[in-house]
């Protein structure tokens, strides 16, 4: 099952999030944000009151649980650079984004966290670093939107682990801190929605486009390795570049045809690294076992 969990969540947002995002064509990004917001506090109030025997509790409060209020931040920015990327027609900028993602978080895992990295993760940090050196002296300028997706996630991520907090509280919480804003956008900054039912259909499904990839991830997080997970990741921003370049028309430029190879490679070693690491360790348990 947790092979099918991961499929399902990867698979929703490579796929499934992109296309519906882009059925909303013509709603501002900042509108479908603060919707989105909107519709998974309604779906999430649910959902903890359905398990909430089942959840871990986080009380009492402490310290470290203020750093929700910056994961909240964070993912409301990735989100907003996301809905731009996907409105403007630059699947490619997003896809990107998420493959930089991994080797961003272990940089700051080493660089803020101590830990230490192995040779060849090194190796593949550096090969991301000189690509995207290149791609700016191909093109002259850098790609910001995938930077900031890579970065907005990756710190996001890192705020996730040191408060330390169950998935799915941490996710409630962050919704309802979002909620006051995207409420007060809508009320007072947003423009008009149409009026119809199509439109008002999908923008509540955004509550459920949402939710349900990470329920999926949180479920398959406890049902498989996270080599076998960290792998997984990259089917989401291999669709979502399928997608940007065999349906919606986007074009592989010179400058990023070098930038994906580069990051191809980059994860490749990663990935080498990573099978290799879990065999050792789990030589290693096997062997304390014995």
């Not at 009380?59 to 907003?80: C, E």
């Not at 900028?93 to 993602?101: E, K, Q």
């Not at 080493?110 to 060849?120: K, M």
């Not at 995207?132 to 093109?139: D, G, T, W, Y």
Request: charged share 10%; hydrophobic share 60%; glycine share 8%.
């Amino acid at each position: 099952m947790g092979l099918i969990y991961a499929l399902a969540a990867y698979l929703s947002w490579g796929l499934v999030v992109p296309v519906h995002f882009r059925l909303l064509d013509g709603i501002p990004p900042g509108t479908i944000l603060a919707q989105r917001i909107v519709w998974s506090a309604l779906l999430v109030t649910g959902l903890i009151a359905l398990l909430r025997k089942r959840l871990a509790n986080p009380f009492p409060l402490r310290p470290r649980h203020a750093g929700l209020l910056v994961s909240a931040g964070l993912i409301a920015i990735n989100w907003m650079l996301y809905l731009v990327a996907v409105s403007s027609g630059h699947m490619l900028d997003a896809s990107l984004g998420y493959f930089i993602n991994p080797l961003v978080s272990v940089a700051l895992g080493a660089l803020v966290l101590g830990e230490r990295l192995r040779p060849v993760q090194m190796i593949a940090v550096a090969i991301v670093v000189l690509g995207v050196v290149v791609a700016v002296a191909m093109a002259g300028r850098l790609p910001l939107l995938s930077l900031g997706l890579a970065v907005t996630f990756a710190l996001y991520g890192l705020v996730r682990k040191l408060v330390a907090v169950d998935g799915t509280v941490g996710f409630c919480a962050e919704t309802f801190l979002l909620l006051p804003a995207a409420l007060a956008y809508l009320v007072f900054a947003a423009p008009p929605v149409p009026d119809d039912a199509r439109t008002w259909g999908l923008l509540a499904l955004t509550g459920v486009t949402t939710a349900l990839p990470l329920i999926w991830f949180a479920a398959a997080a406890t049902r498989l390795t996270l080599a076998t997970l960290g792998l997984m990741q990259y089917i989401a921003p291999s669709c979502l570049m399928g997608l940007s370049t065999l349906v919606y028309g986007e074009t592989l430029t010179p400058d990023r045809i070098v930038l994906f190879g580069l990051i191809w490679l980059a994860l490749v070693l990663y990935a080498y690294d990573a099978i290799h690491h879990e065999r050792r360790r789990r030589a290693a348990l096997a062997g304390e076992r014995r």
